[in-house]
């Protein structure tokens, strides 16, 4: 059996960012289950923001194409003013003017870090209606992850509950489907 191929797209390209360290945690839960993992850097599609008299820039058929393949795609997201960042409104509304079937052939995980206890909750509800309007197979466990300066050890562990738990629970799901969808 091939094993399962996982996308991560983290919406903040910030330094040091929270949702980053989310990120490389879930990755290393995803690897140790036999997952093959690949970070996508949106830092590399560079998009303006919509306008529908710009042309479609490159970097969104660049964008689509990497995506195609993935049986999962896993999202992490931080949260602003109780919505998803611009960054990642923006290139699911450039994406979707060209093609959703990226989004209609994998299995979606959504997950988002936040300084104080909330984890995103907002903004995960928010991916989950936009990622299911699209067609997307999202999973409904999803990861919220709070008080991110107590969630992770030394080694970048995800260790805080129950974000801890709803990461194996969310990886579980998704390898799950995948394998039920052959
Ligand atoms: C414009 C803006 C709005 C924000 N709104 C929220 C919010 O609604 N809820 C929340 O939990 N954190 C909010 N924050 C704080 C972010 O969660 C925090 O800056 C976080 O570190 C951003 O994620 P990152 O570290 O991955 O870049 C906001 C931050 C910014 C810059």
């Not at 995506?67 to 919505?83: A, M, T």
Request: proline share 5%; charged share 20%; net charge positive.
């Amino acid at each position: 059996m091939t094993a399962p191929k996982i996308a991560f797209i983290c919406a903040s390209l910030r330094e040091g960012s929270i949702n980053k360290k989310l990120e490389k945690a879930l990755m290393k839960r995803f690897k140790i289950s036999g997952a093959k993992t690949s970070s996508i850097d949106l830092g590399k599609y560079e998009m303006p923001l919509f306008h529908g008299d710009l042309e479609t820039p490159k970097t969104v058929k660049k964008l689509i194409t990497r995506l195609k393949g993935f049986d999962g795609i896993v999202v992490i997201s931080p949260e602003y003013n109780g919505c998803l960042p611009p960054l990642l409104k923006n290139t699911i509304d450039w994406t979707s003017t060209v093609s959703t079937d990226y989004i209609k052939s994998a299995v979606w995980g959504l997950a988002s870090c936040s300084p104080g206890p909330m984890s995103g909750i907002m903004c995960m509800r928010q991916m989950q209606f936009i990622f299911t309007r699209l067609g997307g197979d999202v999973l409904p466990q999803q990861v919220g992850c709070g008080n991110a300066s107590k969630a992770f050890n030394e080694r970048g562990d995800l260790v805080a509950q129950p974000a801890s738990t709803f990461a194996d629970n969310m990886r579980d799901m998704m390898l799950e489907r995948i394998s039920q969808k052959g």
